[in-house]
Protein backbone atom coordinates (compact mmCIF):
# COMPACT_ATOMS: atom_id res chain seq x y z
CA UNK A 1 0.00 0.00 0.00
CA UNK A 2 0.74 3.80 0.18
CA UNK A 3 3.30 4.81 2.76
CA UNK A 4 0.81 8.06 3.79
CA UNK A 5 -2.55 7.43 2.65
CA UNK A 6 -5.50 9.89 3.37
CA UNK A 7 -8.88 10.27 2.65
CA UNK A 8 -9.70 12.11 -1.09
CA UNK A 9 -12.49 14.43 -0.12
CA UNK A 10 -13.60 16.13 2.72
CA UNK A 11 -16.84 18.43 2.53
CA UNK A 12 -17.84 21.01 5.02
CA UNK A 13 -19.42 23.70 6.03
CA UNK A 14 -18.25 27.14 6.96
CA UNK A 15 -18.22 27.95 10.35
CA UNK A 16 -17.34 24.39 11.00
CA UNK A 17 -14.35 22.68 12.32
CA UNK A 18 -12.76 20.39 9.83
CA UNK A 19 -10.62 17.23 10.46
CA UNK A 20 -8.59 15.93 7.95
CA UNK A 21 -7.14 12.56 8.91
CA UNK A 22 -3.78 10.87 7.81
CA UNK A 23 -1.65 7.27 8.21
CA UNK A 24 1.77 6.79 7.17
CA UNK A 25 4.40 3.78 7.25
CA UNK A 26 7.89 5.35 8.30
CA UNK A 27 8.34 5.72 11.70
CA UNK A 28 11.51 7.18 11.34
CA UNK A 29 10.25 10.80 9.99
CA UNK A 30 11.21 13.10 12.21
CA UNK A 31 8.60 15.95 11.14
CA UNK A 32 5.49 15.53 9.57
CA UNK A 33 4.46 18.39 7.49
CA UNK A 34 0.98 19.65 6.39
CA UNK A 35 0.68 21.45 3.39
CA UNK A 36 -2.05 23.47 1.31
CA UNK A 37 -2.39 23.67 -2.25
CA UNK A 38 -4.60 26.04 -4.14
CA UNK A 39 -5.68 25.55 -7.69
CA UNK A 40 -2.60 26.25 -9.74
CA UNK A 41 -0.15 26.49 -7.53
CA UNK A 42 2.31 25.63 -5.44
CA UNK A 43 2.56 24.17 -2.28
CA UNK A 44 2.25 26.26 1.32
CA UNK A 45 3.00 24.44 4.61
CA UNK A 46 0.87 25.44 7.20
CA UNK A 47 2.38 23.45 9.95
CA UNK A 48 4.89 20.74 11.30
CA UNK A 49 5.18 18.66 14.15
CA UNK A 50 8.19 17.12 15.57
CA UNK A 51 7.95 13.80 16.13
CA UNK A 52 8.18 13.45 19.69
CA UNK A 53 5.34 15.89 20.29
CA UNK A 54 1.46 14.61 19.95
CA UNK A 55 -0.15 18.32 19.88
CA UNK A 56 0.53 21.58 18.02
CA UNK A 57 -1.78 24.49 17.75
CA UNK A 58 -1.15 27.17 15.90
CA UNK A 59 -4.31 30.01 15.44
CA UNK A 60 -6.91 27.83 14.22
CA UNK A 61 -5.09 25.19 13.52
CA UNK A 62 -4.84 21.90 15.46
CA UNK A 63 -2.12 19.00 14.68
CA UNK A 64 -2.30 15.73 16.56
CA UNK A 65 0.25 12.65 16.20
CA UNK A 66 -0.67 9.33 17.85
CA UNK A 67 2.77 7.92 16.84
CA UNK A 68 2.18 4.33 18.25
CA UNK A 69 -0.71 4.47 15.99
CA UNK A 70 1.12 6.69 13.37
CA UNK A 71 -1.80 8.92 12.61
CA UNK A 72 -1.34 12.43 11.98
CA UNK A 73 -5.07 14.77 11.92
CA UNK A 74 -4.85 18.58 10.99
CA UNK A 75 -8.11 20.34 12.62
CA UNK A 76 -9.17 23.17 11.12
CA UNK A 77 -11.24 25.60 13.57
CA UNK A 78 -14.30 27.90 12.41
CA UNK A 79 -13.68 26.76 8.26
CA UNK A 80 -13.91 29.77 5.95
CA UNK A 81 -14.17 29.37 2.13
CA UNK A 82 -10.95 30.63 2.08
CA UNK A 83 -10.08 27.09 3.43
CA UNK A 84 -11.27 25.47 0.20
CA UNK A 85 -8.26 23.27 -1.50
CA UNK A 86 -6.05 20.04 -1.09
CA UNK A 87 -4.40 19.57 2.06
CA UNK A 88 -1.17 16.74 2.03
CA UNK A 89 0.50 15.69 4.70
CA UNK A 90 4.11 14.69 4.26
CA UNK A 91 6.63 12.38 6.18
CA UNK A 92 9.93 13.62 5.94
CA UNK A 93 13.29 11.10 5.71
CA UNK A 94 16.32 12.88 5.93
CA UNK A 95 15.15 15.32 3.75
CA UNK A 96 13.23 13.43 1.33
CA UNK A 97 9.29 14.09 1.78
CA UNK A 98 6.61 11.74 1.14
CA UNK A 99 3.76 13.18 0.33
CA UNK A 100 -0.09 11.27 0.69
CA UNK A 101 -2.36 11.76 -2.40
CA UNK A 102 -4.18 15.27 -0.59
CA UNK A 103 -7.35 15.34 0.91
CA UNK A 104 -9.70 18.11 -1.29
CA UNK A 105 -11.81 20.41 0.99
CA UNK A 106 -14.70 21.81 0.07
CA UNK A 107 -16.24 24.52 2.11
CA UNK A 108 -19.75 25.27 1.61
CA UNK A 109 -22.25 28.52 2.88
CA UNK B 1 10.60 35.81 3.50
CA UNK B 2 11.18 32.57 2.09
CA UNK B 3 9.97 33.00 -1.35
CA UNK B 4 10.36 30.70 -4.42
CA UNK B 5 9.95 31.59 -7.78
CA UNK B 6 9.34 29.44 -11.48
CA UNK B 7 9.64 30.39 -14.75
CA UNK B 8 7.74 29.75 -16.79
CA UNK B 9 4.40 29.46 -15.16
CA UNK B 10 2.98 27.46 -18.33
CA UNK B 11 4.40 26.52 -20.86
CA UNK B 12 3.54 24.81 -24.39
CA UNK B 13 6.22 22.98 -26.70
CA UNK B 14 6.02 20.43 -29.71
CA UNK B 15 6.76 16.48 -28.70
CA UNK B 16 10.20 16.05 -30.06
CA UNK B 17 11.52 19.70 -28.51
CA UNK B 18 13.31 20.48 -25.20
CA UNK B 19 11.82 22.95 -22.62
CA UNK B 20 13.54 24.62 -19.39
CA UNK B 21 12.10 25.41 -16.31
CA UNK B 22 14.24 28.01 -13.67
CA UNK B 23 13.44 27.85 -10.11
CA UNK B 24 14.61 30.59 -7.89
CA UNK B 25 15.13 31.34 -4.08
CA UNK B 26 14.38 35.18 -3.97
CA UNK B 27 15.49 35.80 -0.55
CA UNK B 28 17.71 33.51 0.78
CA UNK B 29 20.18 30.98 -0.10
CA UNK B 30 19.24 27.43 -1.06
CA UNK B 31 21.98 25.16 -0.42
CA UNK B 32 19.42 22.34 -1.55
CA UNK B 33 16.30 22.36 -4.30
CA UNK B 34 14.64 19.65 -4.71
CA UNK B 35 12.50 19.39 -8.44
CA UNK B 36 8.84 17.02 -8.17
CA UNK B 37 6.27 16.43 -10.61
CA UNK B 38 2.30 15.97 -9.73
CA UNK B 39 0.00 14.24 -12.05
CA UNK B 40 -3.95 15.74 -11.65
CA UNK B 41 -5.82 14.79 -8.52
CA UNK B 42 -2.44 12.85 -7.15
CA UNK B 43 0.59 13.72 -4.96
CA UNK B 44 3.64 15.17 -5.60
CA UNK B 45 6.44 12.60 -6.50
CA UNK B 46 10.24 13.65 -5.89
CA UNK B 47 11.78 13.10 -9.22
CA UNK B 48 15.82 14.45 -7.81
CA UNK B 49 17.76 16.64 -5.49
CA UNK B 50 20.51 18.80 -6.19
CA UNK B 51 22.89 20.91 -4.20
CA UNK B 52 24.76 23.59 -5.50
CA UNK B 53 27.75 22.82 -7.55
CA UNK B 54 27.45 19.11 -7.55
CA UNK B 55 25.51 16.48 -9.76
CA UNK B 56 21.98 15.91 -8.69
CA UNK B 57 20.80 13.04 -7.31
CA UNK B 58 17.46 10.68 -9.16
CA UNK B 59 15.10 8.96 -8.02
CA UNK B 60 14.83 5.60 -9.34
CA UNK B 61 12.71 5.55 -12.27
CA UNK B 62 13.79 8.81 -13.16
CA UNK B 63 15.69 9.10 -16.62
CA UNK B 64 18.96 11.68 -15.61
CA UNK B 65 19.02 11.96 -19.56
CA UNK B 66 15.70 12.94 -20.02
CA UNK B 67 15.42 15.32 -16.83
CA UNK B 68 18.64 17.34 -16.94
CA UNK B 69 19.10 19.49 -13.84
CA UNK B 70 21.48 22.39 -13.17
CA UNK B 71 22.16 23.80 -9.61
CA UNK B 72 24.67 26.47 -11.08
CA UNK B 73 24.12 28.95 -7.85
CA UNK B 74 22.60 28.93 -4.11
CA UNK B 75 19.60 30.75 -5.94
CA UNK B 76 19.33 29.48 -9.17
CA UNK B 77 18.06 25.55 -10.10
CA UNK B 78 17.09 24.80 -13.99
CA UNK B 79 15.21 21.56 -14.88
CA UNK B 80 15.31 21.07 -18.81
CA UNK B 81 13.18 18.19 -20.16
CA UNK B 82 14.72 17.11 -23.00
CA UNK B 83 13.32 15.72 -26.58
CA UNK B 84 9.81 16.35 -24.53
CA UNK B 85 6.62 13.62 -25.59
CA UNK B 86 3.08 13.83 -24.85
CA UNK B 87 3.61 11.61 -21.83
CA UNK B 88 6.38 14.22 -20.01
CA UNK B 89 3.07 17.10 -19.48
CA UNK B 90 2.27 17.34 -16.35
CA UNK B 91 2.78 19.92 -13.49
CA UNK B 92 6.65 20.49 -12.01
CA UNK B 93 7.27 21.78 -8.61
CA UNK B 94 10.64 22.59 -7.29
CA UNK B 95 11.53 23.42 -3.70
CA UNK B 96 14.53 25.20 -2.35
CA UNK B 97 15.69 24.65 1.29
CA UNK B 98 17.91 26.95 2.76
CA UNK B 99 19.05 24.90 6.10
CA UNK B 100 19.30 21.84 7.17
CA UNK B 101 17.25 21.11 10.22
CA UNK B 102 18.58 18.09 12.18
CA UNK B 103 18.03 15.02 9.54
CA UNK B 104 15.42 17.30 7.81
CA UNK B 105 15.27 20.54 5.18
CA UNK B 106 13.15 23.21 5.56
CA UNK B 107 11.45 23.19 2.12
CA UNK B 108 9.88 25.93 0.32
CA UNK B 109 7.87 25.36 -2.74
CA UNK B 110 7.75 27.34 -5.82
CA UNK B 111 4.34 27.88 -7.46
CA UNK B 112 4.67 24.94 -10.23
CA UNK B 113 5.09 24.94 -13.59
CA UNK B 114 2.36 23.72 -15.68
CA UNK B 115 3.49 22.07 -19.04
CA UNK B 116 1.79 20.92 -22.26
CA UNK B 117 3.79 18.78 -24.56
CA UNK B 118 1.24 18.52 -27.99
Known amino acids: GEDVEQSLFLSVREGDSSVINCTYTDSSSTYLYWYKQEPGAGLQLLTYIFSNMDMKQDQRLTVLLNKKDKHLSLRIADTQTGDSAIYFCATDSWGKLQFGAGTQVVVTP | GAVVSQHPSRVICKSGTSVKIECRSL??????MFWYRQFPKQSLMLMAT?????????EQGVEKDKFLINHASLTLSTLTVTSAHPEDSSFYIC??????????????FGPGTRLTVT
Open chain 2, 95 to 108: SASPTLRGSSYEQY
Open chain 2, 50 to 58: SNEGSKATY
Open chain 2, 27 to 32: DFQATT
